[in-house]
């Protein structure tokens, strides 16, 4: 299966981090997602291809999107760094930074404490962890993410994981309407199981399959943000889709 391959792939690239300089200070997605008024806080992926979407549009400079992104109005920017099915980069992450003043969230299959420490030391702000690939240890790495700098965002796709990542403590739970192992969008997934996550408190970002404004529209009664990748990265004008996406 692909998810096991890819989980695998990116086990075999974890190196010891190394020291890095001085970071600056991590910015809030949390903030960033709860200052938007009057519109929809959508957080916007750079992402050049996907195992269900293939290749997505030729790469380009990361930071050039990610300028343009924030002109069009997104609260926060997510770069999937992995480099054999989403044909990112590490490095994708500082370039961003760099361009933008918005907090970034690093999207890679984090299964090991050592990749938490990397994504700091890459400058990211944020950290996606994938509750169905972490299980029981969700806890643990949520914990790992506070202790080295990092938000984590918790992605869950069942009712199970949903119960993991609200007993985790995470603040930001990303319910990935997008079955990783089958590839499946059912677009229901946020409103079947964002109740009682808010009802805990909880910040719920809706994640996939977002097609343009009404699918916002249908969504934004059970989610607090929504973060859209595949309806961006395959528009000629980016900035005027996301334009309409935080407008719907
Ligand atoms: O391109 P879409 O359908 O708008 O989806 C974006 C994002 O939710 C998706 O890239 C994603 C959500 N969770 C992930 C985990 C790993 C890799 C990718 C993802």
């Known amino acids: 299966m692909i998810l096991d391959d890819i989980v695998r792939n990116t086990a075999l690239r974890i ?5 890095s300089g001085e970071k600056m200070t991590p910015l809030s997605l949390k903030e960033a997602i709860l200052s938007v ?16 979407a293939g290749k997505i549009r030729e790469r380009t400079d990361p930071g050039k999107i990610a300028e ?4 069009g109005g997104c609260a926060a920017i997510s770069v999937l ?17 760099n361009a933008v003043s918005l907090p970034v969230l690093r999207k890679d299959f984090i299964t090991d404490l050592r990749q938490i420490e990397e994504t700091r030391a890459l400058g990211a702000d944020a950290v996606l962890l994938i509750a169905g690939l972490l299980g029981g240890r ?11 700098g990092l938000e984590p965002l918790v992605e869950v796709h069942t009712p ?9 403590g995470a603040e930001l739970i990303g319910i990935n309407n997008r079955d990783l192992r089958t590839m499946e969008v059912i677009r229901g997934t946020t409103a079947a199981l964002a109740g009682p996550l808010r009802n805990a408190g909880r910040i719920v970002v809706s994640m996939s399959g977002i097609r343009g404004p009404e699918d916002i529209r ?4 059970h989610a607090d943000a929504f973060l859209a990748g595949t309806v961006l990265m395959s528009a000629d004008d980016p900035k ?6 935080v407008c719907a």
């Open 37 to 52: 008024q009057g519109r929809h806080a959508v957080i916007a992926e750079i992402k050049f291809s996907s195992p269900s």
């Open 68 to 71: 343009e992104y924030q002109n």
């Open 240 to 245: 005027m889709v996301l334009e309409e996406l």
């Open 15 to 19: 190196r010891e981090p190394e020291e």
């Open 160 to 168: 199970a994981e949903a119960e993991l990542a609200r007993a985790s």
């Open 218 to 221: 249908r969504t934004a009664p």
């Open 138 to 148: 969700t806890g643990e790495f949520v914990s790992a993410a506070r202790r080295a």
């Open 81 to 97: 760094t992995e480099p054999d099915y989403f044909g990112g980069r590490p490095d994708d992450i500082a370039v961003v930074k």
